[in-house]
T-cell receptor, first 115, second 114 residues
């Protein structure tokens, strides 16, 4: 039962263009969503998050959009840079559960930004 | 600024041996999590501590696995009688808890069971 899905295993974009990474979830209890970036041989690094009470959150070149009715979120990176090449994970949690807010991750999308 | 530290980074062991991994969280973080990641997958939750109390365990955590967090500081994850299926990256994360519970990850311990 994959509650968080990233349907694109890989994405390739040109430097300077927009990268759009997508994520779908099924559990309606999820109310907080995060994106992590992972380089080889390193742990996931937190990028940006969004609460379910919002539909958009921006931080510099990164913007996350949330469509609750569609249970879909996306990460936009603009402009894309070669250093953005990494695996991007979408994660979700149910903040207000008493369970400690474990993260449920998608499978990841490998982003390659070509110079 | 000290992040989450994990030791060792790599561990190679023979099937049937016991292994222990250590995680040092960010010092002011009271929550500590263990996850496991296999090739091509995202991290999967194993267990969670609030201070020294282990409050949740995943079904993935068989009885060969045990985790501790004495005094609410560092944590250890022990795997007894390792099997080849235990080969994975073991990730530790820590957080301050609510309201956002953003989890910060260490670099992980890569376990190879031969």
């Amino acid at each position: 039962d994959q509650q968080v899905k990233q349907n694109s295993p890989s994405l390739s974009v040109q430097e300077g263009r927009i990268s759009i990474l997508n994520c779908d979830y099924t559990n309606s209890m999820f109310d907080y969503f995060l994106w992590y970036k992972k380089y080889p041989a390193e742990g996931p690094t937190f990028l940006i998050s969004i609460s379910s009470i919002k539909d958009k959150n921006e931080d510099g070149r990164f913007t996350v959009f949330l469509n609750k009715s569609a249970k879909h979120l996306s990460l936009h990176i603009v402009p894309s840079q070669p250093g953005d090449s990494a695996v991007y994970f979408c994660a979700a949690s149910a903040i207000h559960e008493t369970s400690g807010s474990r993260l449920t991750f998608g499978e990841g999308t490998q982003l390659t930004v070509n110079p | 600024d000290t992040g989450v530290s994990q030791d060792p980074r790599h561990k190679i062991t023979k099937r049937g041996q016991n292994v222990t991994f250590r995680c040092d969280p960010i010092s002011e973080h009271n929550r500590l999590y263990w996850y496991r990641q296999t090739l091509g997958q995202g991290p999967e939750f194993l267990t969670y501590f609030q201070n020294e109390a282990q409050l949740e365990k995943s079904r993935l955590l068989s009885d060969r696995f045990s985790a501790e967090r004495p005094k609410g500081s560092f944590s250890t994850l022990e795997i007894q009688r390792t099997e080849q299926g235990d080969s994975a990256m073991y990730l530790c994360a820590s957080s301050l808890g609510l309201p956002k519970n953003i989890q910060y990850f260490g670099a992980g311990t890569r376990l190879s069971v031969l």
